[in-house]
């Protein structure tokens, strides 16, 4: 069987995530637990067969990247595919702020309509798009062996919903922490859902996107 193994991994912690506060497409860094985070998933996947890593270009997820990378020597590069949601004028708002600046634009954020975008952002029909679009392009060059995407929250969230078949509206009910371990089965078919939210190697439960 043509099959690739993908193991899925959300940035580590950043001040942003904390304060719930959109980030999209700024570029922030790990914060302090990010950076052990890091390198607990880094540890937890120290005697995995890895073929390659890849890694949205954003700091928080190459940061998260390179920690891996170090441990398990091997070749690690960015894609701009695997970048978190664009959110537009959203981003470096709070989910408080959000509301309360654009009370219509956050009813129709959080109805999760698949052809809405912010202002200057990405629908989640694009990002769907973008993100299968990677996948695929880069599942199909590691045939036979075990590749790493490190990348965010919304991110996850669609690969998720790809494995499961899960619609862009469904609400969600699965977990999307800091640098949770999650595994995927890839074939030119589609993405089989093999494990999700590991944090067994984190000593306390990482902070869950609520709003990908």
């Keep these: ?66 920690a891996i990378a170090n441990v398990a020597n091997c070749p690690l590069a960015p894609h701009t595919g695997l970048r978190e949601r664009g959110f537009g004028a959203f981003e470096g708002k709070t989910y408080a702020e959000i509301e309360t600046t654009w009370p219509e634009m956050s009813q129709e954020w959080r109805k999760r309509d698949p052809d809405w975008a912010p202002p200057g952002g990405e629908s989640l029909t694009a990002l769907r798009q973008r993100v299968l679009t990677t996948v695929n392009t880069l599942a199909a060059q590691h045939i036979g062996a075990q590749m790493v995407l490190v990348a965010h929250g919304g991110v996850m969230d669609i690969l998720y919903r790809l494995a499961t078949g899960q619609g862009l509206q469904a609400p969600r009910a699965w977990q999307l922490g800091n640098a949770a371990i999650n595994r995927l089965l890839w074939t030119p078919e589609g993405l089989t859902l093999v494990g999700w939210a590991d944090t067994s190697h984190l000593e306390s439960d990482s902070l869950d996107e609520t709003s990908a």
């Design 1 to 66: 069987m043509q099959a690739t193994r993908i193991i899925a991994i959300r940035h580590g912690e950043t001040a942003w995530n904390v304060d719930t506060r959109l980030q999209g497409h700024l570029d922030i860094d790990l914060n302090d637990a990010g950076r052990w985070q890091a390198a607990r998933v880094a540890q937890a996947l120290a005697d995995e067969p890895i073929d390659a890593i890849y890694a949205s270009d954003l700091l928080r997820a190459w940061q998260t990247a390179q």
